[in-house]
């Protein structure tokens, strides 16, 4: 069957897996939907997207991306309000970061429209996929590979583009327990952390493994020089509340610039909050849990929105966060929700609508 | 049809392309042979490896390789000498380090007898594709990586490990001009330049491709904390000749600790040429440049044996080296070929017979 869907060819699935699953125990990322999205980039240019049946990839063994890690991908969502209108938060940024991650890559930049054309027509194909609990909603893979062929360590001739969709759960479940890294770290000056670089991700498996023997769910990753600086919360950005300011270091080649983390900055200014954008050293953030000026510490990114801390390690002690009647966190948390899932104003004109 | 090769089981190809090679015009990497040898992790343990018709790979959209980066691999080669017999070159060696990079990448340890057993039978089995011309060689891709679905940013339940082999021409056609970077890094402190992860190359490829644009084929990295001191070139552990000494960088966590460069300290001991495993700043080597005692300079690797430097540049600047009648890179490659293709005599134990 063979239909377009906002000028994107559809190759229809034969059958829907959408009555086999559960809407009310969907976990994160694991149940997938029955279409993607793919082009291929072949001949030097990326080839009109289209959409198929979601389904297995096949490649030779000698694909790079096997070999060189060639690989980046996104991490958006879809949100369904109450009517069943289904809306996009930001997509644009998305998109730019893809193509800013595929510069550093040395993949091809993949045309603008390519991508929200097609996110969108596959959207609108999925949108009864978009789950209607509260806490969930469509999560969206955008990804990108090396495809071409050669044990040569160079950059690949061919590549391959897909938006996959999971209907998902939280990703965390209540807070978390974080330990400062002292040792291990994520990112080199000069290197690709600012990029959504599949091999940035595989790095940090093992210190955070390490970090979950000692009890940890979440690694606070540090500078790699002297480990001086706190940089990012796991996969997240991080944000420190000392009094009543809100602060986050600044984006750098070793950070990335997460959307979650700006709307946050704007939506605390819109509060009142101050907020501060400047170097935060582990040194702070301990004297502070030490002297009760530390209020509240959190991860802020699309796939744990805002994922609040409720304690740190470094160097053998635990430090406990106070648990607050108001927090910074659960009031951001609300606003931008509210605004990703169309239960209030849009006052920075962050909302896309599907359908 | 099914058969066993040293206690491996083979299913074979059932026609061979051997006789479509042109084994006179080998690039690298970039022609495989009928089979390879495939071993899988799933429930918790690898499966014993078989030998399989060498073909293309079926993955889930959600595999964690396409996403997060988890994937490492090895390069080693196989050397045909007169007499129509095949060598390896301290195979124990690449098992090893395998098995180090996986433990930095969370992928569980492969059983080295998986390793040198299937890599053996592999061999027997495609030992016509060792080619006999001088300066070629059969090179040997051992690769493991997440074939586990799920977009947690998490390590996957399920791997694939894959020796692949390609008869391969010489990595470089003679002398290279490298630049020293200022500014990019390929290794962070206390992350995982030290393991083969494929995160690491496709993150030189910006670099290189930038040099490349002004004239040189390959980045010397520097170390990402001042871009002071001198680690690899291009994916190679590099070699500085100062008046009669030769000079290497120390192992380190950003440095692979390669066996071609550990190969070379024990050769020039033997030849009684001075070394030193310390840091090499790039003052240093510049200031050798200038003042005439820096001698040569040369990459060593697997793929590119001893890969000579013409000159570098720095800062803007240009500095040619000498070409000398008598080079070590000359020297040292002879001896260490000479091993590899069991044209001389290994006093060190390092030649491993396939047939
Ligand atoms: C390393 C890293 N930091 C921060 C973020 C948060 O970015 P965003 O808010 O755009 O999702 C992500 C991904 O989501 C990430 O992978
Ligand atoms: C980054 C890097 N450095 C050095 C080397 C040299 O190691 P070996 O001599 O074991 O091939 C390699 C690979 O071959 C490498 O990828």
Chains 1, 2 share one sequence.
Request: a negative charge.
């Amino acid at each position: 069957m063979e239909a377009m869907v906002n000028n994107i060819r559809v190759e229809k699935a034969a059958t829907s897996k959408i009555h086999d699953v559960d809407f009310d125990n969907l976990a994160f990322g694991s149940t997938y939907t029955d279409h993607m999205l793919v082009s291929d980039f072949v001949n030097g240019e990326w080839k009109e997207p289209k959409i198929v049946p979601y389904g297995p990839i096949s490649l030779e063994p000698s694909a790079k991306i096997f070999h060189y890690g060639q690989s980046i991908f996104e991490g958006m969502k879809a949100y369904k309000d109450v009517e069943g209108g289904v809306w996009l938060f930001r997509p644009m940024e998305n998109c730019k970061r893809l193509n800013k991650s595929a510069e550093r890559l040395t993949i091809p930049e993949l045309p603008e429209s390519y991508f929200m054309d097609g996110l969108m027509a596959l959207l609108q194909l999925e949108k009864d996929w978009v789950p209607k609990n509260p806490g969930s909603s469509l999560y969206i893979r955008p990804f990108m590979f090396a495809s071409g062929s050669g044990f040569h360590a160079s950059p690949a001739d061919e590549y391959k583009f897909i938006i996959a969709l999971a209907p998902s759960g939280a990703y965390f479940s209540g807070k978390v327990k974080v330990l400062i890294e002292e040792k291990y770290s994520r990112a080199a000056n000069g290197g690709v952390g600012y990029a959504k670089a599949g091999g940035n991700y595989a790095g940090q498996f093992y210190p955070t493994q390490l970090a979950a023997e000692k009890g940890y769910q979440q690694v606070i990753w540090t500078d790699d020089n002297n480990h001086e600086f706190i940089e990012e919360a796991g996969a997240m950005n991080v944000f420190v509340r000392i009094n009543d300011t809100l602060i986050t270091a600044p984006t750098s080649d070793r950070i990335l610039d997460g959307i979650t983390r700006k709307s946050i900055l704007d939506i605390a200014e819109d509060e009142n909050i101050a907020t501060e954008v400047r170097k935060i050293s582990v040194h702070e953030v301990v004297e502070a849990a030490k002297n009760g000026t530390l209020k509240e510490m959190f991860g802020a990114g699309t796939a744990a929105v805002v994922s609040p801390i409720a304690g740190f390690g470094y160097k053998g002690m635990d430090y406990d966060l106070p648990v607050l009647a108001e927090s910074y966190a659960e009031k951001l948390k609300k606003r931008i929700t509210d605004i990703q899932y169309n239960r209030a104003e849009d006052k920075f004109g962050w909302r896309h609508q599907v359908v």
